[in-house]
């Protein structure tokens, strides 16, 4: 299966210069394993589908937990055009990433 083109926002790539080089390595080699499949779990790919988190709706956008770096990455797929696009890279505190997901998407 070919892998999906990576494209990051212009947000999500000042996210990723924010952080350490040894979390970025550790961010894009997940990337790179999801962007092998990153459809919706449910689907039989990697992602795992966000629906709605309070009064945020966050449904059409998936997300990649890193457990160890406390960091989430959400994006969203163009399936038209198999890209799978990064919209915010940060750290889960509280509900903040997916705030910043809903206001970017």
Same mark, same amino acid.
């Not at 406390?70 to 889960?92: H, Q």
């Given at each position: 299966?070919?892998?999906?083109?990576?494209?990051?926002?212009?947000?999500?790539?000042?996210?990723?210069?924010?952080?350490?080089? !040894?979390? $970025?390595?550790? *961010?894009?080699?997940? *990337?790179?394993? %999801?962007?092998?499949? &990153? +459809? &919706?779990?449910?689907?039989?790919?990697?992602?795992? &589908? =966000?629906?709605?988190?309070?009064?945020? !709706?966050?449904?059409? +956008? =998936?997300? *990649?937990? =890193? =457990?160890?770096?406390?960091? $989430?990455? %959400? @994006?969203?797929? #163009?399936? #038209?055009?198999? *890209?799978?696009?990064?919209? %915010?890279?940060?750290?889960?505190?509280?509900?903040? %990433? @997916?705030?910043?997901?809903?206001?970017?998407?």
């Amino acid at each position: 299966m070919m892998p999906w083109t990576v494209e990051f926002t212009t947000e999500a790539k000042n996210d990723m210069r924010d952080l350490s080089r !040894t979390q $970025r390595f550790q *961010i894009n080699k997940a *990337i790179t394993k %999801v962007s092998k499949n &990153p +459809l &919706p779990n449910s689907e039989g790919g990697y992602g795992k &589908p =966000l629906g709605k988190k309070g009064a945020t !709706t966050l449904t059409g +956008l =998936l997300k *990649i937990k =890193l =457990l160890k770096l406390e960091i $989430r990455v %959400v @994006y969203k797929l #163009v399936r #038209v055009d198999k *890209i799978m696009k990064i919209i %915010v890279v940060a750290a889960r505190a509280d509900d903040e %990433v @997916y705030d910043i997901a809903f206001k970017r998407s």
